[in-house]
């Protein structure tokens, strides 16, 4: 875990500052992300980004998801870490009363620890796919456009995506323009949300519906399928799946068949599935994570040495 993905004249750990931006402004709807800034030394090379999508259905989740995943990523590796929201899907059997979804669940429709934050969970704010999606490609053009203030590399943006998240950074890494992802970490990710043979919860239709809005058309479920986006010839923007076993909440099958239809760009020629304790949460992304760190810094520290591939 210690080491190094860029080569800095300073030794690690790097002092971190933490500030929070608005990225994109709808009517009085003010979207904002954390920028974990490392304090790298002035004249190096621009510095590689990654940034952490979080997951909770499309509904619920905040940006502090991932806890002190983005400070140890900062300090440890001097990437510039931003851990962005963005606009959730609605919750289409809810209970609202005084403009608020009492039910289900326990704040905005959502547990206590998956609360949205900066009322984004109100009714009024939630908006249907794509509407995160565009949101995301916006905070990806934002960076990109500020690359030289920031002193980041406009062509090393990782997206790493948990659940939910991990389908998005799929879609942006399929989109082209200023607003792509230049490589993919995607941890228990649905990739192929046409796919009726895996076995879903019984949750699922519903958690769709809350996605788009209403029951999905089959072109709809395809637009969302980042796996049905990738090329024939399965040229895409470099890609690590981990995921758990005994998921039963997005089968592994998600993440192999991915890895499988988009060949070299697949890192390592695999998805990284990981056999989690029968007590433990097979979809619990900080335990996969945890689980496979090692393989995500190598992921990163390659993506970080390798040439800008032309667009």
Same mark, same amino acid.
């Given at each position: 875990?210690?080491?190094?993905?860029?080569?800095?004249?300073?030794?690690?750990?790097?002092?971190?500052?933490?500030?929070?931006?608005?990225?994109?402004?709808?009517?009085?709807?003010?979207?904002?992300?954390?920028?974990?800034?490392?304090?790298?030394?002035?004249?190096?090379?621009?510095?590689?980004?990654?940034?952490?999508?979080?997951?909770?259905?499309?509904?619920?989740?905040?940006?502090?998801?991932?806890?002190?995943?983005?400070?140890?990523?900062?300090?440890?590796?001097?990437?510039?870490?931003?851990?962005?929201?963005?606009?959730?899907?609605?919750?289409?059997?809810?209970?609202?009363?005084?403009?608020?979804?009492?039910?289900?669940?326990?704040?905005?429709?959502?547990?206590?620890?998956?609360?949205?934050?900066?009322?984004?969970?109100?009714?009024?704010?939630?908006?249907?796919?794509?509407?995160?999606?565009?949101?995301?490609?916006?905070?990806?053009?934002?960076?990109?456009?500020?690359?030289?203030?920031?002193?980041?590399?406009?062509?090393?943006?990782?997206?790493?995506?948990?659940?939910?998240?991990?389908?998005?950074?799929?879609?942006?890494?399929?989109?082209?323009?200023?607003?792509?992802? !230049? /490589?993919?970490?995607?941890?228990?990710?649905? $990739?192929?949300?046409?796919?009726?043979? &895996?076995? =879903?919860?019984? +949750? %699922? #239709?519903?958690?769709?519906?809350?996605?788009?809005?209403?029951?999905?058309?089959?072109?709809?479920?395809?637009?969302?399928?980042?796996?049905?986006?990738?090329?024939?010839?399965?040229?895409?923007?470099?890609?690590?799946?981990?995921?758990?076993?005994?998921?039963?909440?997005?089968?592994?099958?998600?993440?192999?068949?991915?890895?499988?239809?988009?060949?070299?760009?697949?890192?390592?020629?695999?998805?990284?599935?990981?056999?989690?304790?029968?007590?433990?949460?097979?979809? !619990? /992304?900080?335990?996969?994570?945890?689980?496979? $760190?090692?393989?995500?810094?190598?992921? &990163?520290? =390659?993506?970080? +040495? %390798? #040439?800008?591939?032309?667009?």
């Amino acid at each position: 875990m210690a080491m190094s993905l860029v080569a800095f004249a300073q030794t690690p750990p790097f002092e971190v500052t933490r500030q929070t931006i608005t990225y994109r402004t709808i009517g009085d709807l003010a979207l904002k992300a954390d920028v974990y800034d490392p304090a790298t030394p002035p004249g190096m090379p621009p510095r590689p980004v990654l940034v952490l999508v979080h997951g909770g259905g499309w509904t619920c989740g905040n940006r502090d998801a991932f806890g002190g995943l983005p400070m140890f990523v900062a300090r440890a590796h001097g990437l510039v870490v931003v851990t962005p929201e963005y606009r959730l899907a609605p919750i289409m059997e809810a209970t609202v009363q005084a403009g608020r979804i009492v039910s289900p669940g326990t704040d905005d429709g959502c547990p206590a620890e998956t609360a949205p934050r900066d009322q984004l969970g109100l009714p009024g704010r939630r908006a249907p796919f794509p509407a995160a999606l565009d949101d995301l490609q916006v905070m990806l053009r934002q960076l990109r456009a500020h690359a030289a203030p920031l002193r980041i590399d406009a062509h090393r943006i990782a997206v790493l995506g948990a659940s939910a998240g991990g389908q998005l950074a799929g879609l942006l890494a399929a989109r082209v323009g200023d607003g792509q992802a !230049d /490589a993919v970490i995607s941890v228990a990710g649905p $990739w192929n949300l046409t796919d009726t043979s &895996m076995p =879903a919860p019984a +949750a %699922a #239709p519903g958690i769709l519906r809350n996605l788009f809005g209403g029951p999905p058309t089959a072109q709809q479920l395809a637009a969302a399928s980042p796996t049905l986006l990738v090329p024939a010839d399965g040229s895409f923007v470099p890609t690590l799946f981990i995921h758990g076993a005994a998921d039963t909440l997005v089968p592994a099958s998600q993440s192999i068949q991915a890895c499988a239809r988009m060949g070299r760009a697949c890192a390592f020629g695999r998805a990284l599935i990981v056999d989690t304790s029968p007590r433990a949460n097979a979809h !619990d /992304a900080m335990l996969l994570l945890q689980s496979r $760190w090692d393989d995500v810094v190598r992921f &990163m520290a =390659a993506f970080v +040495a %390798a #040439p800008v591939p032309a667009r």
